[in-house]
């Protein structure tokens, strides 16, 4: 079936550095993305989405890209603080049963050092 | 808005036993999900509801059991325990935008 990836299963970056993380996606029907932060012992939050008319949307000290050519999204987080240290996965939507299709990748653990 | 609430938080069962996992939203959401997340993979759709009165399988159904006699309440059972049911289990609801908001999940082991 489809499924959602990440590149890099973690990821460490300095304090205040920004971080990049990746995800490829596989099926170009899907039409809604979302990047979750989960943090131990917790449920995932949302973080911020995008839908697949566009490239970009920014949130507070977060972006999201999708790239729609090459099937591949990314979040970037300005200035990491120690708070953002989490796991964080995207997933992807398709059509328009909302939820329904959701395919979640395993995510990526971002670990932030002093 | 208390969002998405579960209980319990930890449970451990004996292999045979059953129990119900709780799930109550409090945004009037229509849309709701029961998932399991193993470690190292991706959240997996158990099952979910449209409606009050509507529920339907997801990618991973066996061994589990769904009611939604409510809006508010989405229960999950499982009726006889099996280790391979070991997993953190999240409930979420959709909003009528598309934003998914997720419980704090319950932590199953069986034994």
């Known amino acids: 079936g489809e499924s959602v990836g990440l590149h890099l299963p973690t990821l460490s970056v300095q304090e205040g550095d920004n971080s990049i993380i990746n995800c490829a996606y596989s099926n170009s029907a899907s039409d809604y993305f979302i990047w979750y932060k989960q943090e131990s012992g917790k449920g995932p939050q949302f973080i911020i989405d995008?839908?697949?008319?566009?490239d970009k949307r920014q949130g507070q000290r977060v972006t999201v890209l999708l790239n729609k050519t090459v099937k591949h999204l990314s979040l970037q987080i300005a200035a990491t603080q120690p708070g953002d240290s989490a796991v964080y996965f995207c997933?992807?939507?398709?059509?328009?049963?909302?939820?329904?299709?959701?395919?979640f990748g395993p995510g990526t653990r971002l670990s932030v050092l002093p | 808005n208390a969002g998405v609430t579960q209980t319990p938080k930890f449970r451990i069962l004996k292999i045979g036993q059953s129990m119900t996992l709780q799930c109550t939203q409090d945004?009037?959401?229509?849309?709701m999900y029961w998932y399991r997340q193993d470690p190292g993979m991706g959240l997996k759709l158990i099952y979910y509801?449209?409606?009050?009165?509507?529920?339907d399988k997801g990618e991973v159904p066996n061994g589990y059991n769904v009611s939604r006699s409510t809006t508010e309440d989405f229960p999950l059972r499982l009726e006889l325990a099996a280790p391979s049911q070991t997993s953190v289990y999240f409930c979420?609801?959709?909003?009528?935008?598309?934003?998914?908001?997720f419980g704090p999940g319950t932590r199953l082991t069986v034994l």
């Open positions: 979420a609801s959709i909003s009528p935008t598309g934003r998914q908001y």
């Open positions: 509801s449209v409606g009050a009165g509507i529920t």
């Open positions: 995008i839908r697949s008319n566009m």
């Open positions: 945004m009037n959401h229509n849309y």
């Open positions: 997933a992807e939507n398709i059509g328009s049963n909302y939820g329904q299709n959701f395919v």
